[in-house]
């Protein structure tokens, strides 16, 4: 057991619960100061037509099972479910068609399948079989993804698959991503397999068997209910309302200071979006400028029963304002059987849309999913806007002796990767003896 120390966390989003879970059961005096009236983060819920719904995360990555692992431990085991076997769209200016089931991250693990060659066209799935036959040559974790998969599959595959799915994912330009950005190990797996399609088809074979991702009963929220309930049963404080304007450098520990009040603190752990940390610690960050809307309709629609466009769509150039929508209630049978028929659609928008993103919903979503919405269908409408959305990675998570970054603080991004994060750290042990 480490001796005992003063610590607050910045930000009681999932990454901030986390951490403080980690330093109360080492024994620590732990205070979370979450700024809002109630912990999450992005992570929490928005009430639209009456229906509590998800108002940012809706689901989890399954890899690793480090989310399912922590699941089990809070007792939420038996409420994962895995969303419907509907595929996901892609719409185009000039098309619309489903996304191969047996691609990664949008790369094609078999060539020829009919759904690829109504996504490409025997001119672009043909191209698929270069990959195959020409040898890797300068590829490393810095390689961008956009490079590679024009330079092995070709620009349609790259345009009209992988791109759409890993912009979905990251919010950035697909030749702003590197490999290492992607996956740990993708270059050197690139490599030794000899191509980047047989490469995603090792990711695929290496995942747990079922779905990519996976949600719970009641919305991802009620795994900050659960979190939130454990942290404090281990004796750590969570004051809401509460937000940090400063922090300084006080000898060997820290002054944080909230609503003209100063907390002495041994150890600061800021689990908040880059913006914030630059604010706090110019130093340590930088400002980013990535932000994300989600906008929520509750519609009556009988013309959705069918889930015409799966269970989303992703946009692809200037089709749409949004980037991407998810067909909810087509998406998740626990939702769709709370709802009475109606529809939850979620719509999401990059920066230089978000702005005018409610005013434009129901247009883009008639869009996206090929189904002409009338404004009398819709029986309610919210926005919701995220700063933050794809922060960049650090090189170190604790700048500053007793400083500590989780989170999107620490460039992490989706809940998957926060609770890895979380699952390898040491934070609040005694260092190990050299």
Do not use: C
């Not at 041994?266 to 340590?284: E, M, Q, T």
């Not at 932000?291 to 769509?313: K, Y």
């Not at 529809?343 to 978000?354: K, T």
Request: glycine share 12%; no cysteine.
């Amino acid at each position: 057991m480490a001796e005992q120390q003063r610590w607050i966390v910045v930000g009681g989003g999932v990454g901030g619960l986390l951490a403080a879970r980690r330093l109360a059961s080492a024994g620590h005096d732990v205070t979370v100061m979450e700024a809002d009236d109630h912990p999450g983060g992005r992570i929490s819920r928005v009430t639209v037509d009456g229906l509590a719904l998800d108002a940012g995360a809706e689901s989890f990555a399954t890899r690793g099972g480090h989310v399912a692992a922590l699941l089990s431990e809070l007792g939420l085991a038996e409420s994962i479910v895995f969303p419907e076997r509907r595929p996901a769209w892609v719409v185009t200016s000039e098309a619309a068609y489903p996304l191969p089931a047996t691609g990664w991250l949008g790369v094609p693990t078999t060539v020829f399948t009919r759904e690829l060659r109504r996504a490409l066209g025997w001119r672009g799935t043909a191209r698929l079989l270069s990959d195959r036959f020409t040898r890797v040559r300068d590829v490393d974790d810095s390689t961008s993804l956009g490079e590679l998969a024009r330079d092995r599959l070709g620009d349609r595959a790259t345009e009209r698959l992988v791109a759409p799915v890993v912009q979905g994912i990251y919010s950035r330009p697909l030749d702003d991503i590197a490999l290492g950005d992607v996956a740990p190990g993708l270059a050197a797996e690139v490599v030794r397999k000899g191509g980047l399609v047989r490469a995603a088809a090792a990711r695929r074979a290496a995942s747990p068997a079922g779905s990519a991702v996976q949600g719970l009963v009641g919305g991802m929220a009620t795994l900050i209910d659960a979190l939130a309930a454990d942290a404090r049963s281990r004796g750590a404080e969570i004051a809401l309302e509460t937000p940090v304007g400063a922090l300084e450098k006080a000898g060997s520990g820290w002054t944080v200071w909230s609503g003209g009040t100063s907390h002495r603190a041994d150890g600061v752990v800021l689990a908040v979006p880059r913006p914030v940390v630059s604010a706090l610690v110019p130093h340590v960050a930088w400002a980013e400028d990535r932000q994300v809307a989600i906008v929520t309709l509750v519609l009556d629609a009988p013309e959705l029963d069918s889930a015409p466009r799966g269970t989303g769509v992703l946009a692809v150039g200037n089709v749409s304002g949004a980037k991407a929508l998810t067909h909810s209630t087509a998406k998740w049978r626990w939702l769709a059987d709370r709802t009475g028929g109606r529809h939850v659609v979620r719509l999401s928008y990059g920066i230089d849309n978000a702005r005018d993103a409610r005013a434009h919903a129901l247009s883009d979503a008639s869009t996206l999913l090929g189904v002409a919405l009338k404004e009398a269908q819709v029986r309610d409408i919210e926005r919701v806007q995220w700063a933050d959305s794809a922060p960049a990675a650090v090189e170190d998570r604790e700048p500053v002796p007793g400083l500590h970054l989780v989170g999107s603080a620490a460039g992490l991004s989706g809940i998957a990767a926060i609770v890895a994060a979380d699952a390898g750290s040491r934070l609040g042990e005694p260092a190990p003896q050299s």
